[in-house]
């Protein structure tokens, strides 16, 4: 464990959600695993995950090419 502590990538990890709590991909990260713990029988408060759950962005419909 305190090699993968040590390394550059763990280093440039907290550096990113340490300058941009906000991104996308670090809200994506930290909601996965809310969502996770609220699958949990024990866990009686279940955390928000309102960006796993935003709908705005989602594909509502597909493009079909015609045929060469």
């Known amino acids: 464990m ?15 959600r340490l ?3 906000d991104h996308p991909q670090i809200k ?7 969502a996770k713990l609220n699958r949990s029988k024990t866990q009686l408060k279940k955390g928000d995950t309102a960006f796993l759950d935003d709908v705005r ?12």
Not at 28 to 34: K, L, T
Not at 57 to 68: A, K, L
């Open 2 to 16: 305190g090699t993968i502590i040590a390394s550059q990538m763990f280093e440039r990890f907290i550096e990113e």
């Open 19 to 21: 300058n941009e709590p």
């Open 28 to 34: 994506f990260f930290d909601e996965s695993i809310v």
């Open 57 to 68: 962005d989602m594909i509502t419909e597909s493009f079909n090419p015609p045929p060469p």
